[in-house]
């Protein structure tokens, strides 16, 4: 029997410009995200066809790890679900939001909760207690991958420096400072590129 095809969610694209489309970082997180985990601004399909429609917007956790001023980057291997950013550097973790992750009832704040804990469990194995939350949306039209996602950029900060990779797609994981990873801004992939010049905006 065949593998029935991963389901993620996505918004319209028409509802992301009726909020108000940008290029960038936008740091009105909560008032993006609250419509967008209505149940009536939001649904799963097939990834394969998401990927190639510019009319939805996938959302995706991004994740940025710190702890003691350094930032968390590695570079996406082989295994990267994402093969156009495949040996690409990186300073976010994180995900499609599959339909497994869907609540009883709707995909609401709860069940969106639930898919970014369930997200850095499956890519980080961290050591130490952690402090988690959004603080920007991340979008960016320029791009064939930029076109149809749509970034959710937390910060997590760190008790512990010790974090090791929970997935293969994850390689040369490390910490740097932010001049460090600025200095060699275009091995990154441009999410990373714009979340690492807004850093000091998302505090």
């Known amino acids: ?33 609250r419509s967008f985990l209505l149940k009536e601004n939001n649904f799963f399909v097939a990834r394969s066809a998401a990927e190639e429609d510019p009319s939805l917007k996938q ?8 702890h003691a001023g350094k930032i ?11 093969k156009r950013l495949v040996a690409k550097g990186s300073i976010g973790i994180g995900g499609h939001i599959n339909d497994t992750d869907e609540s009883l009832f709707s ?7 639930h898919a970014v804990q369930r997200e850095i469990r499956e890519e980080l194995q961290i050591s130490g207690p952690l402090t988690e939350r959004a603080v920007a949306l991340l979008n960016d039209d320029s791009t064939e991958v930029g076109k149809v996602h749509l970034g959710i950029v937390h910060v997590v900060e760190l008790e512990s420096p010790e974090v090791r990779a929970g997935e293969k797609a994850i390689a040369e994981l490390g910490f740097a400072t932010r001049e460090e990873l600025l200095a060699r801004r275009d091995t990154l992939e441009t999410w990373s590129q714009i979340a690492l010049e ?3 905006e998302l505090g």
């Open 1 to 33: 029997m065949a593998k029935a095809e991963e389901q993620i969610l996505v918004v319209r694209r028409t509802h992301f410009d009726e909020l108000g489309s940008f290029q960038g970082l936008c740091l009105e997180v909560d008032r993006y995200l």
């Open 59 to 66: 959302l995706i956790p991004y994740v940025i790890f710190r």
């Open 72 to 82: 968390l980057h590695y570079t996406r291997g082989a295994k990267s679900g994402e």
């Open 107 to 113: 995909f609401d704040q709860s069940a969106y909760h």
């Open 198 to 200: 807004g850093l000091a």
